[in-house]
Structure formats: structure tokens, C-alpha cells
């Protein structure tokens, strides 16, 4: 008789235990195969939530490689539903352990097979109709919805298994305690405005700590970095021409450009622009205004990007000036303010909320239609959707709904945010926008040698992981399609690009500038540039965009979202005491801290160190640990940077970004 040792690791997940009767038969592939044996320790709770088990079978078939099992549970017990992590067999007898990697819930009362490492391209899979029939389940499970008309598509129901664990959701709860501490921090702030800039600084000893927007916060030094490293720096562009409706001269602009000319500044590459035209008509709160501006910036000698001029509003007028740095000092300080409420109202609307949540929830949809659990392509990317479905239900609920946050803290408030995410959604190509080097390319910021913007420490980072992702997904793809002949035969990715291309008035995502050319993907190029931008905005991207926030907008006069009244028309010397009035008042401030501040706390693991492990096929783990060394290789060159920086940009150490938008 042959002794196998069998461990069965039970899923983290709502009902994830059994008490059904399980029983199992093991395989070799060959026409060898054991007797089916019940798993059962006799006076133990077997199969509970999260928990391994560990049983021994014997059988007078010596099978030394177990290469398939065949499971089954009947519907037994009051609580018979069952989701398997894995299954390990160990031969005693050879020692050869196998393992089978599950990530399902099982069928009751069906024969379910599983080969070892559980990874096959559809047209190689020895079991399709099992596959097909579990892919048919898992369609009615992800259905598409426009939620809201003009935003990508998103799932029709939250799916049990897309929710928050246990763990998770008690996580996000008592971060929100702590914060909150039962809403005593509101007798730190008292009720109603502010009085004084001290005023405001003084609470942040007491609370939450001191957001680094505080420092520096009024310097032109410090609005500079906003635009290149803080939450939102996909907006700058080389300026390569002054636009008409921008009110400059070469007179106005001259002392702030070291002496050059506005043409020869542009020629030398030193001068860049910002233009939020975008946000012409957007609805706002009702009695506050969002600008709509055009600001220039001049990289000093320093490498230092400096703003030159702000013109709140587009088009030239008398009540429309252009601000500039010799404009009386809280004025020009108060223009900054205004731009910045413009900015970060894009940021949240678009970088955050369109460009990472929405779009990518739309793919995660896809992929759980189109893509067995079976697929190497769907291992590749699931570790980069978990909880993003979770999040978005949580967010458009209590974030974006009317009179959420998004409302009492933002000057388009939640109707203007869906107006702005549609106008993103809607301009938005995984060929540019998904696709970093092209991004930058577009904006003529492309520069590995820091001969553009050497202070551009985001983007720097950011070209590096893009590149480090870029060659893991490459290895990967090249791993199970080595011919051409394996993705074209392959209908389940083929379905993938269909459903990824399709317009959504017809059941599909309708994503534009997704390389699936003729109806069909036909090459590693394209699939690598898919999954590439898949994975880099489920996390580099959406990283980017989050973590900061509560370093940029914890302070609300270094970025505001909302201010008060209306922005200046002349260039008259105000005081701090007109600043001070601009400020939100103190409830409001207590929202936008503690909001931001859990925004900003990492949930989940970091890049490359997978919550889930779906990889066990040894050549595609070795591809992964090869991605893990090469982010901490990057890791290091950050820290060595850091070390001779007196400002130092930390926000996308890998070690510091989630593998997934969870929150």
C-alpha cells in the first residue's frame, strides 16, 4: 500500500467552509488512478474557514507523481458551500509532492478535475467542458453595467467574492475609529471658520500629524513640486507655443526667466504649460467656483520648476489678469490657491476616480467573463483586481453620492466630478494614456537623462516600474505564447479583446486604443502592452494618485479643494486676513484630514508580494521572483537618491505600492 499525505487548504472568504462530505481520487494521466477516499479526521472540524488540513490516504495504486485529482463534495451538513486555496499531495512513498492550485468555490455533487499547477491555455485544456460550463457560471456572476451614463462600464451586482474579508473591512473600520476616535477630535476644532493661519496649524500636533504640504507651502519652490510630485503630475507639458487666449508678454515674463525670452525659453526646452479647459461648464457647488486656468512654469537653474504666470479663467478680459510673481505677494499667493482648486478637482475627478477605479473595474469585469481561472493570463492579472470592485461600490456610495464627501469638501462637488470622470473616460487610450513612455512622449516630457525636468523625480520613478512591469509581463506572455499560432488559436483571450473593444451599447467595455487589431490579437507585443497597462494602473498608476493625498490636501491652503468666494479680478494687495476668509470652515477641514488621511494608509501588500498566490508553474514562478528582485533593485537607486535630496519623493518606493486599487 502506498501512503499519500493530502493538505488541503480551505479559502479566506465569506462561507468559505464546508460541511459537506469530500471525497477525492487521484490521477497520473496515464490511465493510473487511486480509489476514491473520503477526507475526513475523525473528531475534528474539518474544513473550516482558513484553515489547513492535513489527511493520509492509502491505496494499492502507486501513483509516484500525482499529476491530476478529481474532487467532489456532496450537500451535506447545513453549511455545504466549499472555496478551496489549493491542494498539496505528497507520494511517501517517491516523495515527489504535487501541487494543485484551486481558487474556486466547488460545484456540489460534480466531478471537478484539476491538473497540476492549474495552468492551461484553453485549446490545451484536457477537461473544456468542465472549463466552459465554470465560465458560463461566472458570465451570469459579472454582468456589465453603465451605472451612470457616460462612465466605463462597471459590474452590474458585486459578486459575493469581490467583497472585503473579514479582516479587511474591520481594517478600514478601525483606521476610521482611530481617526474619528468617536468624532472627540471635533472638540479640538471647535465649530465654525477659522482666524488665523496659526489657528489652523495649531490642531495638527493634536491629531493627525503635520501633512508635508505644510512646509514651505507659500514658496513658488513648493507650488512647482505640486505640479511635478505631489497627487496630480499628469497635467504638465512642454509648451511649445503661447496660446492666444494666454494674456503674456515677453516684457511681463522676461524677469522671471534668467534674462530669456519667452521663444528662447521654449527653445531650450525650459518652459511648460498646464491648460484645464476641461473643466469650461462643469457644474459646481452651488455658491462656489472652480477656475478654469492656464498657468505657465519656468525650469530654473536649478532645475527647479517655477510658475511664471496663472490666468485663472481662459479667455483674455479686463476682469481676467494674469498673475505673476511680482504681483503683490498674497495675491499672487491667493492665485496660486485659486489654480489649485482647479487642479485638484481634475485630480480627483479624472486621474483618481476615472483613470484607475473606473476603467480598471470595467477590465476586471472582462477578465472574470473571459478568462477561466485556468488561464495563465487571468493569474497574471488577478492579483491586481482585488478588492477594486469592493472599493468602487464603497466610494461612489458614501465618497460621490449627494451630500457625500465629495460634496461637502469639493468645488464641482459629485456632480461635477461625474461630469469631469466622463470627459476623462471619454478621452482616455490604453495605447497613450495606458501607456507610460507614450504619455510622456505626447507631453515632451520623455527623458531618461534628466535633461527635461531633473527635478521630475515622479515621472523618473514612475518610467522605471513602467519598465520593470513591462519586462515581467513580457517574460510572462512569451512563457505560454511562443508562437502566434497559440493566440490566435486561444478563444478565450480572443473573447477578452472583443469584450475589452466592444462599444458598451453593445455589451462591451468600449476602451479605445487597445492594440486588438482586425478583431483579433495576433502577437506578444500586443498582449504584453495590454496586461502591461492593466497591471501599472491598478497599482503605479493608482499610487501616484492616492498615497499623497493627504500630504497635499491635509493642509487646505497649500491645495485646496474648495474655497470660498470668488476669484480675484484685479491685481489689488490683499492681506492674510482675505486668505484666512477664503478658508473652509473647521467641519469641513475635519473631513478633507480624516478622508485623505485614510486614503492615504496603505491596506494591502506591495507590489510583487501577492495577497492570493495564483503562480505555481515553476518557470512562471521564477519570472515573478526575477520582477521582485528588479523592484527592490529600484527600490535602492530611490533610497540612494533620497539620501542627497533635502526634498525627497517617497510615494513610489515599490515597497510602498499595493499590488491592486483597494482603497
Given at each position: ?180 476616535a468617536g468624532k472627540a477630535v471635533e472638540l479640538i476644532f471647535g465649530s465654525g471658520s477659522w482666524k488665523t493661519l496659526e489657528n489652523l496649524k495649531g490642531v495638527y500636533s493634536k491629531i493627525f500629524g503635520y501633512p508635508k504640504g505644510m512646509n514651505d507651502w507659500k514658496s513658488d519652490e513648493s507650488f512647482g ?226 535633461s527635461i525636468l531633473p527635478t521630475f523625480y515622479q515621472r523618473d520613478d514612475t518610467l522605471a516600474l513602467y519598465e520593470a512591469i513591462f519586462g515581467y509581463v513580457s ?189
Amino acid at each position: 500500500m502506498t501512503t499519500y499525505e493530502i493538505k488541503v487548504k480551505t479559502g479566506d472568504r465569506f462561507g468559505a467552509g464546508t460541511d459537506a462530505n469530500v471525497e477525492i481520487v487521484l490521477l497520473d494521466g496515464s490511465g493510473k488512478q487511486t480509489k476514491p477516499a473520503n477526507l475526513d479526521n475523525w473528531f475534528r472540524n474539518d474544513f473550516e474557514r482558513n484553515q489547513l488540513d492535513v489527511f493520509k490516504i492509502k491505496d494499492d495504486t502507486d501513483i509516484p507523481e500525482v499529476t491530476e485529482i478529481k474532487l467532489k463534495r456532496d450537500q451535506a451538513g447545513l453549511f455545504s458551500d466549499w472555496f478551496v486555496d489549493k491542494i498539496e499531495v505528497l507520494n511517501q512513498k517517491s516523495g515527489v509532492t504535487s501541487v494543485f492550485p484551486i481558487l474556486r468555490w466547488i460545484r456540489p455533487d460534480v466531478d471537478l478535475y484539476f491538473g497540476k499547477y492549474d495552468t492551461f491555455l484553453p485549446q490545451y485544456d484536457p477537461r473544456p467542458e468542465q472549463r466552459n460550463a465554470e465560465l458560463q457560471e461566472k458570465q451570469k456572476l459579472y454582468e456589465y453595467e453603465e451605472k451612470f451614463s457616460g462612465l466605463p462600464v462597471q459590474v452590474k451586482t458585486v459578486p459575493e467574492d469581490e467583497n472585503f474579508s473579514t479582516d479587511a473591512k474591520l481594517d478600514i473600520a478601525k483606521r476610521k475609529y482611530c481617526l474619528l476616535a468617536g468624532k472627540a477630535v471635533e472638540l479640538i476644532f471647535g465649530s465654525g471658520s477659522w482666524k488665523t493661519l496659526e489657528n489652523l496649524k495649531g490642531v495638527y500636533s493634536k491629531i493627525f500629524g503635520y501633512p508635508k504640504g505644510m512646509n514651505d507651502w507659500k514658496s513658488d519652490e513648493s507650488f512647482g513640486w505640486q505640479r511635478i510630485n505631489s497627487v496630480n503630475p499628469n497635467l504638465i507639458c512642454l509648451c511649445t507655443e503661447i496660446p492666444d487666449k494666454l494674456g503674456v508678454t515677453d516684457e511681463e515674463l522676461k524677469p522671471f526667466l534668467e534674462g530669456m525670452t519667452i521663444s528662447e525659453a521654449i527653445s531650450k526646452k525650459r518652459l511648460f504649460i498646464i491648460d484645464l479647459e476641461i473643466l469650461e461648464g462643469i457644474t459646481c457647488v452651488e455658491g462656489h467656483v472652480c477656475p478654469v486656468p492656464i498657468a505657465l512654469f519656468f525650469e530654473n537653474s536649478k532645475g527647479q520648476l517655477m510658475p511664471v504666470a496663472i490666468q485663472l479663467f481662459q479667455q483674455k478680459a479686463p476682469d481676467n489678469p494674469v498673475f505673476l510673481p511680482s504681483d503683490p505677494p498674497n495675491t499672487w499667493l491667493i492665485a496660486k490657491m485659486w489654480y489649485n482648486v482647479a487642479d485638484s478637482n481634475y485630480h480627483q475627478a479624472i486621474t483618481h476616480l476615472g483613470y484607475t477605479h473606473l476603467l480598471m473595474e470595467g477590465i476586471c469585469v472582462a477578465a472574470n467573463r473571459c478568462l477561466s481561472p485556468s488561464h495563465p493570463m487571468f493569474k497574471l492579472l488577478a492579483p491586481h483586481f482585488l478588492y477594486i470592485i469592493a472599493i468602487n461600490d464603497r466610494a461612489l456610495n458614501f465618497l460621490v453620492s449627494p451630500g457625500g464627501w465629495i460634496d461637502k469638501t469639493m468645488a464641482v462637488g459629485s456632480t461635477g466630478v461625474l461630469e469631469l470622470a466622463k470627459e476623462g473616460a471619454r478621452t482616455w487610450r490604453m495605447g497613450l494614456e495606458g501607456s507610460y513612455p507614450e504619455f510622456l512622449k505626447s507631453r515632451g516630457l520623455y527623458c531618461k537623462d534628466g535633461s527635461i525636468l531633473p527635478t521630475f523625480y515622479q515621472r523618473d520613478d514612475t518610467l522605471a516600474l513602467y519598465e520593470a512591469i513591462f519586462g515581467y509581463v513580457s517574460k510572462y506572455v512569451n512563457l505560454y505564447y511562443d508562437t502566434s499560432d497559440k493566440i490566435l488559436k486561444d478563444v478565450e483571450i480572443q473573447t477578452f479583446g472583443q469584450e475589452l473593444t466592444k462599444s458598451k451599447s453593445k455589451g462591451g467595455c468600449g476602451f479605445e486604443g487597445v492594440p486588438f487589431e482586425n478583431g483579433k490579437f495576433s502577437s506578444v507585443d500586443q498582449l504584453t502592452a495590454v496586461f502591461t497597462s492593466v497591471i501599472f494602473s491598478s497599482s503605479v498608476v493608482h499610487a501616484a494618485a492616492n498615497f499623497p493625498q493627504y500630504d497635499a490636501y491635509g493642509f487646505p491652503p497649500s491645495y485646496p479643494t474648495k474655497i470660498k468666494g470668488v476669484p480675484p479680478k484685479n491685481k489689488n494687495s490683499l492681506n492674510e486676513e482675505n486668505l484666512v476668509q477664503l478658508l473652509i470652515d473647521k467641519s469641513t477641514t475635519l473631513d478633507t484630514m480624516v478622508i485623505t488621511r485614510i486614503l492615504s494608509e496603505r491596506s494591502t501588500n506591495a507590489l510583487g508580494d501577492f495577497e492570493v498566490n495564483y503562480t505555481y508553474d515553476p518557470a512562471a514562478v521564477q519570472i515573478v521572483e526575477e520582477f521582485r528582485k528588479e523592484l527592490k533593485d529600484i527600490s535602492l537607486k530611490i533610497h540612494q537618491r533620497n539620501e542627497k535630496l533635502e526634498r525627497k519623493y517617497e510615494y513610489l518606493l515599490p515597497e510602498e505600492i499595493p499590488n491592486s486599487i483597494s482603497i
